[in-house]
């Protein structure tokens, strides 16, 4: 009886990943007046990121997830994830979430609205660099007239920015 025990714990974890990656899309809508932010992080990572923040077991994406979520998500993106848009920090709104098809990550949705075209982009992301020294943020940025760009953040350089 142990052994089966011990084979459905085994089991029933989620599989530890060997990197540390998130990717975050920034798409530049200027006829919506809109910029759309979306991000995937994995859900170990980040259910570490919040428990560690007091979060309780937010069970996020399931049925039997706990009501104050997005509350607790709000919170950490609020201080982990920055937009500057010609070097004003932008407001944005949580849209929402999902879990990923692969129930190993997270797709988190944000959007925000500047009041006039960029001359410059900045992105300041430090998801998970509180944990491992191998943690790498991708931003991949799309602002449709001036261009797609890659932006790569890690523990030591969390914010990058470019002119536009």
Do not use: C
């Not at 530049?28 to 991000?39: K, N, S, T």
């Amino acid at each position: 009886m142990l052994s089966f025990i011990l084979i459905l714990l085994n089991v029933a974890t989620a599989p530890e990943h060997d990197f540390h990656l998130s990717r975050t899309n920034v798409r530049y809508l200027a006829d919506r007046g809109q910029i759309q932010v979306e991000m995937h992080v994995f859900l170990d990572d980040l259910e570490l990121a919040l428990t560690e923040a007091g979060a309780p077991n937010l069970r996020l994406g399931t049925e039997r997830e706990d009501s104050s979520a997005s509350r607790y998500l709000e919170a950490y993106l609020a201080q982990n994830f920055k937009i500057f848009w010609s070097g004003k920090e932008l407001d944005r709104e949580l849209i929402g979430y999902e879990l990923s098809g692969d129930l190993q990550a997270l797709w988190i949705y944000l959007a925000a609205a500047p009041d006039s075209p960029p001359a410059s982009l900045a992105v300041q992301q430090s998801f998970f660099t509180e944990f491992y020294d191998d943690q790498y943020n991708l931003v991949q940025a799309e602002l449709v007239a001036f261009g797609a760009f890659n932006l790569l953040l890690d523990s030591t350089n969390i914010r990058a920015e470019r002119q536009l």
